[in-house]
């Protein structure tokens, strides 16, 4: 599946769209979505560690 893009597109859709069907935008979407979570996760870890430090 790791080389699935189209399978892992799916997985993304499955899990944040979970009512609407498999349609490129919906794909696209839910990718978007995963991504913009990563990186906030990303943001919020990196906050932390700086607040951490910065003690």
Avoid: C
């Avoid at 069907?21 to 990303?42: F, I, P, V």
């Amino acid at each position: 599946m790791k080389s699935n893009g189209y399978e892992q597109a799916l997985v993304l859709r499955r899990h944040y769209l979970p009512n609407e069907d498999d349609s490129e935008q919906n794909l696209a979407r839910a990718m978007w979505m995963d991504t913009h979570q990563y990186e906030l996760q990303e943001a919020a870890i990196r906050n932390a560690i700086g607040k951490l430090f910065n003690t």
